[in-house]
T-cell receptor
Framework: DGGITQSPKYLFRKEGQNVTLSCEQNLNHDAMYWYRQDPGQGLRLIYYSQIVNDFQKGDIAEGYSVSREKKESFPLTVTSAQKNPTAFYLC??????????????FGQGTRLTVV | GENVEQHPSTLSVQEGDSAVIKCTYSDSASNYFPWYKQELGKRPQLIIDIRSNVGEKKDQRIAVTLNKTAKHFSLHITETQPEDSAVYFCAPFRGANNLFFGTGTRLTVIP
C-alpha cells in the first residue's frame, strides 16, 4: 500500500525537550517537505529536500533540524530553541523529473503540543 | 521565494451557487498550477491542476483557469454542496526545489 506516513499522530513535549517527528514514503519520490500549520492558518515551509544528503531551509527553519540519509525518510526534529512549537506538522513528498513537477502527497500530520 | 496570494480569504455561498477563488503569483517562470483541498483536521489533497500550456481544465463541478500574462489562476466550483466546505490552497510551481502554498481560502457552503 503506497503512501506517505507520519508518526506519531499526537505528540506531547515538555518545555526544553527535543522531539523528532517521523516521515516515511514508499512512493519513490525525490522531493520531501515539512510544513507547519497553526490553527486557521496556511502552510508554512520549514525545510525541504530534493535528494539524499541535501536539504534547504524554508521560511521558518529556526528551531528545527532535519536529515535525509535515505530517500524514503525525512525526519524533523523540533529543538528546544523553537519557542512556540505547538502546531500541526505536515510532511509531503513529490516526484520531480527534469524540472517538471507533479502533485504533492501529504502525510496525515502530527499534532505537537507543549505541556 | 514565490509571492503567492489568494482571494478571498473566506467565502460563504448558498448550496447550489458557484464559488470562485483566485490565486496571484509573482514568478513568471511558474509552470504548474495545482489546487489543494483541506478538510478540517485532515491532510491537503490535490483536486485539480493545470500546466502552463493549457488555459482551462474542467473535472465535473470543478475547473481551473489560467492567465499566465496576468500571473493568476482561479478555481471554479459550480453547484456547490456542503461537502465542498473546506480550506483551499493554491501552490504555483516553477520546478525549483521548493513548494510554497498560498494563504488559503476557507469556503463555507450553507445548506
Amino acid at each position: 500500500d503506497g503512501g506517505i506516513t507520519q508518526s506519531p499522530k499526537y505528540l506531547f513535549r515538555k518545555e526544553g525537550q527535543n522531539v523528532t517527528l517521523s516521515c516515511e514514503q514508499n512512493l519513490n519520490h525525490d522531493a520531501m517537505y515539512w510544513y507547519r500549520q497553526d490553527p486557521g492558518q496556511g502552510l508554512r515551509l520549514i525545510y525541504y529536500s530534493q535528494i539524499v544528503n541535501d536539504f534547504q531551509k524554508g521560511d521558518i527553519a529556526e528551531g528545527y533540524s532535519v536529515s535525509r540519509e535515505k530517500k524514503e525518510s525525512f525526519p524533523l526534529t523540533v529543538t528546544s530553541a523553537q519557542k512556540n512549537p505547538t502546531a500541526f506538522y505536515l510532511c509531503a513528498s513529490s516526484f520531480t523529473f527534469r524540472e517538471m513537477y507533479t502533485e504533492a502527497f501529504f502525510g496525515q500530520g502530527t499534532r505537537l503540543t507543549v505541556v | 521565494g514565490e509571492n503567492v496570494e489568494q482571494h478571498p480569504s473566506t467565502l460563504s455561498v448558498q448550496e447550489g451557487d458557484s464559488a470562485v477563488i483566485k490565486c496571484t503569483y509573482s514568478d513568471s517562470a511558474s509552470n504548474y498550477f495545482p489546487w489543494y483541498k483541506q478538510e478540517l483536521g485532515k491532510r491537503p489533497q490535490l483536486i485539480i491542476d493545470i500546466r502552463s500550456n493549457v488555459g482551462e481544465k474542467k473535472d465535473q463541478r470543478i475547473a481551473v483557469t489560467l492567465n499566465k500574462t496576468a500571473k493568476h489562476f482561479s478555481l471554479h466550483i459550480t453547484e456547490t454542496q456542503p461537502e465542498d466546505s473546506a480550506v483551499y490552497f493554491c501552490a504555483p510551481f516553477r520546478g525549483a526545489n521548493n513548494l510554497f502554498f498560498g494563504t488559503g481560502t476557507r469556503l463555507t457552503v450553507i445548506p
